[in-house]
């Protein structure tokens, strides 16, 4: 069997990613267990992004494997075993929440595809990111925190186990990126699913992480990976002797790569 908790969620092994002769990503070997949150912290231009479009089959491996739940990434996608979610909401803006929650239930339909899904669980999405009452809103009425908790909410509708995230929170101010932190750890908890989360910010990395994989540039590789063992995470634990321990040392090993 392929789906023993034990697979890991995500497993590379020797991989490498080539832009021509660019070398963006050497020979990265790492798994990220099922039901994690692995939070993944680099210098500009590492290949943060490109490890995350290598995850989910939008950049292919020159070498080495790529497995997710056991599946190749091909079939992984297909399967909709992940799902990803931008910087940008990159939400259709003449389509209302509900219809952008309810988008890949159409894409499946035109593709034949059955999905495991219904306008009734978008429903139930849309009130668990809090934005009950708002399924007839329009994307440009909406603030940005909650165009992201819309792309969130359509992330989740087909119940994928691993959740790809870049820098979904990096355009929105600190106090909204704070409710959304909380948030998010609300729906990581009771959906039980895989995290990968691209940030710049230390703080959030380890606020959020249950490890926190740290990569150096040229070419992109893995430097360190911390597993982050903090009690149940409250906003407050930022003014903490051990949080702040964390952060010191992933600052440190920043200054390396
Ligand atoms: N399609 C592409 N063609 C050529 N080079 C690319 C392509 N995509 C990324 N790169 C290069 O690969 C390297 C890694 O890019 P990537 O976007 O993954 O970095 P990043 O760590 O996410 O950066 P940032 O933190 O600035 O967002 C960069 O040098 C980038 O210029």
Redesign the pocket.
């Known amino acids: 069997m392929l789906d023993h908790s034990d697979t890991p969620a995500v497993s590379l092994k020797g991989a490498q990613v080539r832009?021509n002769r660019?070398l963006?990503l050497q020979d990265i070997s790492i798994d990220f267990d099922q039901g994690g949150f692995y939070s993944v912290l680099?210098p500009?231009?590492?290949?943060?992004?490109?490890l995350l479009r290598l995850i989910s089959d939008l950049v292919p491996a020159d070498r080495g494997e790529v497995a997710i739940l056991g599946k190749p990434t091909e079939a992984a996608r297909l399967a909709r075993e992940f799902a990803f979610v931008f910087q940008d909401a990159t939400l259709l803006p003449w389509r209302n929440v509900l219809d952008n929650v309810c988008l890949p239930l159409e894409i499946g339909r035109k593709r034949g595809v059955a999905l495991n899904a219904s306008r009734d669980d978008a429903r139930r999405l849309i009130r668990m990111v809090g934005l009950e009452g708002r399924e007839k809103a329009l994307p440009h009425e909406l603030s940005g925190g909650q165009r992201q908790r819309v792309a969130i909410a359509r992330a989740l509708l087909c119940k994928p186990r691993v959740l790809l995230m870049d820098e979904p929170f990096g355009a929105l101010d600190e106090m909204t990126r704070d409710r959304l932190n909380l948030e998010l750890l609300d729906l990581w908890r009771e959906s039980g699913v895989t995290i990968v989360f691209?940030t710049?910010s230390i703080s959030e990395a380890v606020f959020l992480g249950t490890h926190v994989l740290t990569l150096a540039a040229h070419p992109?590789r893995v430097r360190d990976l911390t597993a982050i063992d903090l009690p149940h995470r409250r906003i407050e634990i930022r003014e903490t002797p051990e949080f702040n321990a964390y952060c010191g040392k992933l600052r440190r090993i920043l200054e390396t790569c």
């Open positions: 832009f660019f963006a680099g500009s231009g590492c290949g943060k992004s490109t691209v710049h992109g």
